[in-house]
């Protein structure tokens, strides 16, 4: 999309944008499988989240392929991010928020924002405008706002992989974050859906922990007997685009600590089923698998490492 165009779009409301008359982007080729770790940026194992943290952790889980990365208010992907993608091969995915609220994100009150970023990004990275937004906003800003960084990013540079991600604890049946009454309030599970046109790929984050379960099984077991997944799954699966688990925690905090192996190794066969096209653990706290020292909270896991390292070796 020239720069003519994309000034005149930046004050126009994402309602009139997408009705206009422009083509949508190329979506981009995701890879038939890649598997990674993230690691937050309070976590205390070995470097946190940098690069030399993520290469601990490939050292102990296996060749990991994805990392992680987030900013609050705008922020360009660190040096180190971008650094580790292009020298280690540890393709970044830069999960962002603006300093605009989502309606303004909507409106191209932040599009400056957005393209600083997106040209910022090395070829073959993932981008992701305000992950788990459900608490944040109803669905049908987030769709309006994802759908404008979409566009916006896309014209800037088009060989990255726009993609929105979810939060499994609002997709549990009975949530107040994800309807599915009929009763309408832009919170309906159709509400959330960012259309095929303006994703690459869709992402839901998903942990199991035994003492905070809800409507979540009552014991470490395959992505595909949990409710949330499955509720989610459900809803995306039909649109057309690929899927990913970018995020994925599992931690049974109760009495004796069972491995999560057989978990793991359940999910992985539900998920590449189903096509799912990222998957990554959570290297933090009790939801710790692998790397170089077990944190607070976190405990060894041999055969859940195990299990891991199949999964990657799988990739």
Known sequence: MPTVLLRALAGTTVATLLAAAVVTPAHAALPTLAVGATTSAGDTVGSGNTCAGFLDERANLGDLGIRRVFASAGQLPPSDAVSCHTTYGATLWFSFKTSCTPVAVAAGGCDTEIQNIAAAMPAGSFLTYFHEPEDDMTGTQFVAAFSRVYVVAKAVNAAVTIAPIHMSYQWRPGSAGVTNNGTGGDREV???????????????????????????????????????????????????????????????????????????RASRSWLTARGFRVIAYWQMDNWYLGAGAVPAGGYPDPDGVAAYQELVAAA
């Open 190 to 264: 159709r509400d959330w859906i960012v259309p095929a046109a303006y994703a690459d790929a869709y992402g839901l984050d998903l942990y199991w922990q035994a003492s905070t379960r809800g409507s979540e099984p009552d014991d470490p077991v395959s992505v595909g007997n949990d409710p949330r997944m499955l509720r989610w799954y459900n809803a995306f699966s039909a649109a057309g685009r690929p899927l990913t688990l970018p995020e994925w925690g599992i931690d049974d905090d109760q009495g004796v600590r069972a491995s999560r192996g057989p978990a793991i």
